[in-house]
T-cell receptor, first 113, second 114 residues
Framework: GNSVTQMEGPVTLSEEAFLTINCTYT??????LFWYVQYPGEGLQLLLK?????DKGSNKGFEATYRKETTSFHLEKGSVQVSDSAVYFC????????????FGTGTSLTVIP | KAGVTQTPRYLIKTRGQQVTLSCSPI?????VSWYQQTPGQGLQFLFE???????NKGNFPGRFSGRQFSNSRSEMNVSTLELGDSALYLC?????????????FGEGSWLTVV
């Protein structure tokens, strides 16, 4: 079946610290992988995506690489800011199933000044 | 370009009632999917519509239903509401149903069942 396992939170970091949020997946075939971010009271926004093995998605200083051999898509940022405080969701979209996404449980990040 | 619009944003219903939520996708998007978000279960897929046809359905009881209109707008309905239906209901739209599409979410409809 399809599932996403995401690092448990909450995570608290100081400003300018390095961030890693782990994400591993189980899927039939080769899915597309996504990171979404949810700010308080809002819907989810796409942060980055990768659609095939070894692709690197990047946006706003965040990066994640699609690793087929380890079935992982870990999110990283070199220097977090207070404005990065949010909940981060890893997700997969199986191939040829339309837009049915499978989401991880979310990781809450708080960045303190 | 306007984003995904969901109405109403907040509503309170009594157990046993029914509710209808509305979603207007991004202009030009023909696929609409619905998700339920709760603290305990996280984000769970409800169903997806494309060209007025339901393409996929998640593991939810028949009390949850939806439809899509010719202008791609979608509604979902929950009948005989239960306390456990209290959740944030998120609508997402996408251009079509090609693999690897990004889905774009609305801000959601907060449903409280009392």
């Amino acid at each position: 079946g399809n599932s996403v396992t995401q690092m448990e939170g909450p995570v608290t970091l100081s400003e300018e610290a390095f961030l890693t949020i782990n994400c591993t997946y189980t899927a039939t075939g080769y899915p597309s992988l996504f990171w979404y971010v949810q700010y308080p009271g809002e819907g989810l926004q796409l942060l980055l995506k990768a659609t095939k093995a070894d692709d690197k998605g990047s946006n706003k200083g965040f990066e994640a690489t699609y690793r087929k051999e380890t079935t992982s898509f870990h999110l990283e940022k070199g220097s977090v800011q207070v404005s990065d405080s949010a909940v981060y969701f890893c997700a997969l979209s199986p191939r040829n199933t339309g837009n049915q996404f499978y989401f991880g449980t979310g990781t809450s990040l708080t960045v303190i000044p | 370009k306007a984003g995904v619009t969901q109405t109403p944003r907040y509503l309170i219903k009594t157990r046993g009632q029914q509710v209808t939520l509305s979603c207007s996708p991004i202009s030009g998007h023909r696929s609409v999917s619905w998700y339920q978000q709760t603290p305990g279960q996280g984000l769970q897929f409800l169903f997806e519509y494309f060209s007025e046809t339901q393409r996929n359905k998640g593991n939810f009881p028949g009390r949850f239903s939806g439809r899509q209109f010719s202008n791609s707008r979608s509604e979902m309905n929950v009948s005989t509401l239960e306390l456990g239906d209290s959740a944030l209901y998120l609508c997402a739209s996408s251009l079509d149903v090609s693999s690897g599409n990004t889905i774009y979410f609305g801000e959601g409809s907060w449903l409280t069942v009392v």
